[in-house]
């Protein structure tokens, strides 16, 4: 029968399409409300601001060079071991729900966001920012990895779960890392040198390949699911 060889052509042919491009749906949740990532083989960086959106300004550094910088160097240190996805590779502008909706393509994946910090000039220290419970363990190992590093903390909020578009709205784990204050000098100074910026890089690419290769494990207890609705704009930040 015609119609129902043409049924079958058509069921097969949506088979295949959704075989080809569409995440594992396995791998999703848009309320994060599962275990962290393990063994997942794609990172998805993404260099914060760009183009018109030039981020924190202070002490002749510009956030957007910095975080592109620290976003191509963990690139470097991930790479060939894991697939790796800029989000931008220059300086371009990237609207942040564009940035969700790309990162939202991938499946067995995570996304990393690279951003530096603006505040009082007492402040110093980087912060790592999560919102999912699926996140709450990658965000750990990299706080506690820049932590490690970082010789002036002062002020920092260190870990700290709050919902931004980049930490609520992606439908795989997702952190934002504030990498150090630009408002501070003897941070300032430091950042402004490319082998503090190296070690940043690595870092946090330690964190990452920890995660892949433990998960959860060795973290203490995850943090309960919070079932709130996508980050807007007119959120507090981000
Ligand atoms: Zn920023």
Redo the contacts with the bound molecule.
């Keep these: 029968m015609p119609l129902t060889r043409h049924l079958a052509a058509a069921l097969l042919c949506l088979f295949l399409v959704a075989c080809g491009s569409a995440p594992r749906l396995s791998q999703r949740s848009i309320y994060g409300d599962r275990p962290g990532p393990k063994g997942f083989n794609t990172v998805i960086i993404d260099a ?2 760009g183009g018109k959106d030039s ?2 300004r202070a002490r002749g550094l510009v ?1 957007k060079q910095l ?1 592109l910088d620290v976003a191509k160097r963990l690139r470097s240190e991930l790479w060939p071991g894991y697939k790796v996805v800029l989000m931008r590779d220059s300086d371009f502008f990237v609207d942040l729900d564009q940035r969700v909706a790309r990162a939202n393509r991938y499946g067995d994946a995570v996304l990393v966001s690279i ?2 910090n603006y505040g009082s000039r007492y402040r110093a220290g980087p912060e790592t920012y999560y919102w999912r419970s699926d996140s709450y363990a990658l965000a750990k190992r990299v706080q506690r990895n820049l932590s490690a590093l970082a010789p002036y903390e002062r002020d920092n909020a260190g870990l700290v779960r709050r919902r931004l578009r980049l930490t609520r709205n992606p439908a795989l784990p997702c952190i934002l890392v504030e990498c150090g204050y630009l408002t501070n000098a003897k941070e300032a100074a430091l950042v402004a040198t490319s082998s503090y910026r190296e070690k940043l890089a690595e870092a946090i690419a330690r964190a990452i390949k920890d995660q892949a290769r433990d998960g959860d494990a060795g973290m203490g207890p995850i943090p309960r699911p919070i079932y709130a609705p996508p980050s807007k704009a007119g959120d507090a930040r981000g």
Excluded: D, I, P, R
Aim: no cysteine.
């Design positions: 914060g601001h981020g924190a956030e975080a951003h530096f």
